[in-house]
T-cell receptor, first 117, second 110 residues
Framework: GAVVSQHPSWVICKSGTSVKIECRSLDFQATTMFWYRQFPKQSLMLMATSNEGSKATYEQGVEKDKFLINHASLTLSTLTVTSAHPEDSSFYIC?????????????FGPGTRLTVT | GESVGLHLPTLSVQEGDNSIINCAYSNSASDYFIWYKQESGKGPQFIIDIRSNMDKRQGQRVTVLLNKTVKHLSLQIAATQPGDSAVYFCAENAGNQFYFGTGTSLTVIP
């Protein structure tokens, strides 16, 4: 089946630093990827939709200058959390739409746990 | 915004029994629905999906039922096993967006 990877799986950083998270579709090309964040015991919250070669579409309330998304290729999207603060600590999950499934099949990465100290 | 909600936040079942997890959705235009399983510290895992032109779809030990009249979705797990313990999310597809419910935590008692 389709595989999506994320790197790193866990990152601890100091407040004020920036962290980059990578999301890769390993065996298919994804023109559309999604970024979610998830707090403990809560559902996934969509942050932004990333389309290859164009600017990401951010959900209401998500600061685009703080959460930089780059989808430079059909297999890679990156999320950079700039000037991270403790409240940014969360589980960040990406997903990719597999076009072979008619564009509906969404495959998730394993997630990246960000801890800001 | 869209809302997809679950009736029961937690569910405990005896190993071997059948589990039923329910979900309500609000957008009558949604045409695709998915159930995901998420184990602790991991990303969601696709279980089964159903399109709006179907009422029922079966997989291996899982069945999804869709009632468009009352905007209700359910996931049935047959012969629940300890490995089924996880949080289950339903999601609806509206346009190119996916909206997730709050999740139901399923605990299987050996």
């Amino acid at each position: 089946g389709a595989v999506v990877s994320q790197h790193p799986s866990w990152v601890i950083c100091k407040s004020g630093t920036s962290v980059k998270i990578e999301c890769r579709s390993l065996d298919f090309q994804a023109t559309t990827m999604f970024w979610y964040r998830q707090f403990p015991k809560q559902s996934l919250m969509l942050m932004a939709t990333s389309n290859e070669g164009s600017k990401a579409t951010y959900e209401q309330g998500v600061e685009k200058d703080k959460f930089l998304i780059n989808h430079a290729s059909l297999t890679l999207s990156t999320l950079t959390v700039t000037s991270a603060h403790p409240e940014d600590s969360s589980f960040y999950i990406c997903s990719a739409l597999n076009p072979q499934g008619g564009g509906y099949e969404q495959y998730f990465g394993p997630g990246t746990r960000l801890t800001v100290t | 915004g869209e809302s997809v909600g679950l009736h029961l936040p937690t569910l405990s079942v005896q190993e071997g029994d059948n589990s039923i997890i329910n979900c309500a959705y609000s957008n009558s235009a949604s045409d695709y629905f998915i159930w995901y399983k998420q184990e602790s510290g991991k990303g969601p895992q696709f279980i089964i999906d159903i399109r709006s032109n179907m009422d029922k779809r079966q997989g291996q030990r899982v069945t999804v039922l869709l009632n468009k009249t009352v905007k209700h979705l359910s996931l049935q797990i047959a012969a629940t096993q300890p490995g089924d313990s996880a949080v289950y999310f339903c999601a609806e597809n509206a346009g190119n967006q996916f909206y997730f419910g709050t999740g139901t935590s399923l605990t299987v008692i050996p």
